[in-house]
């Protein structure tokens, strides 16, 4: 139990254009999805925390209306980076967290690798 | 401040024990989480300890000391497919994951 998918895996796209990374949980409900970025051999980085039907809450220095973040139902979380540049490139995680149960236990989708030429 | 602190990098042998340390300072406190990271991957869960005590289970056991601000995760048994980053988390009161840096834990035949 407690898969969570993520879609594309890779992505490779020219400058200023815009990508669309898809987060879902295959077998629980996700009331709260979180997005992470990660550059190579560094900590993850929290970018943003998503409650269904509700405003993403995102951290310091990471800019909303660059990355757009849609948690429009229970089991799928969009981040789409716009007018992505070189410099976002990364490697991008969503996690899941399954509001049920008493551990709050966040489960990690599979990554996106952001390459922007 | 909320702090995670754990060592940069390990080494241990293949078939030996190791045990990682974490100590986390958080406002409010509910629960402490191990991920294993292999490089070039996302996180997966290990472990998940909210009171004090050994957590075992299989070759990993994850250990809490809520007084003193404490874990560990302890692999037992070491098998090269454990060489990994171990990435210990506390979440705070308002359930907020307060990440560590990780743990680089490289396995010698």
């Known amino acids: 139990g407690a898969v969570v998918s993520q879609h594309p895996s890779w992505v490779i796209c020219k400058s200023g254009t815009s990508v669309k990374i898809e987060c879902r949980s295959l077998?629980?409900?996700?009331?709260?999805m979180f997005w992470y970025r990660q550059f190579p051999k560094q900590s993850l980085m929290l970018m943003a925390t998503?409650?269904?039907?509700?405003?993403?809450?995102?951290e310091q220095g990471v800019e909303k209306d660059k990355f757009l973040i849609n948690h429009a139902s229970l089991t799928l979380s969009t981040l789409t980076v716009t007018s992505a540049h070189p410099e976002d490139s990364s490697f991008y995680i969503c996690?899941?967290?399954?509001?049920?149960?008493?551990?709050?236990?966040?489960?990690f989708g599979p990554g996106t690798r952001l390459l922007v030429l | 401040g909320q702090n995670i602190d754990q060592p940069t990098e390990m080494t241990a042998t293949e078939g030996a024990i190791v045990q990682i340390n974490c100590t986390y300072q958080?406002?409010?406190?509910?629960?402490l989480f191990w991920y294993q990271q292999h490089a070039g991957e996302a996180p997966t869960f290990l472990s998940y300890?909210?009171l004090d005590g050994l957590e075992e289970k299989g070759r990993f056991s994850s250990f809490l000391s809520r007084s003193k601000g404490y874990s560990y995760l302890l692999l037992k048994e070491l098998q090269m497919k454990d060489s990994a980053s171990y990435l210990c988390?506390?979440?705070?009161?308002?359930?907020?994951?307060?990440w560590g840096a990780g743990t680089k834990l490289i396995i010698k035949p």
């Open positions: 077998d629980f409900q996700a009331t709260t």
């Open positions: 300890n909210v």
């Open positions: 996690s899941a967290r399954d509001g049920t149960g008493d551990s709050q236990t966040q489960y």
């Open positions: 998503s409650n269904e039907g509700s405003k993403a809450t995102y």
């Open positions: 958080t406002s409010g406190f509910n629960g």
């Open positions: 988390a506390a979440m705070d009161s308002n359930y907020q994951l307060i």
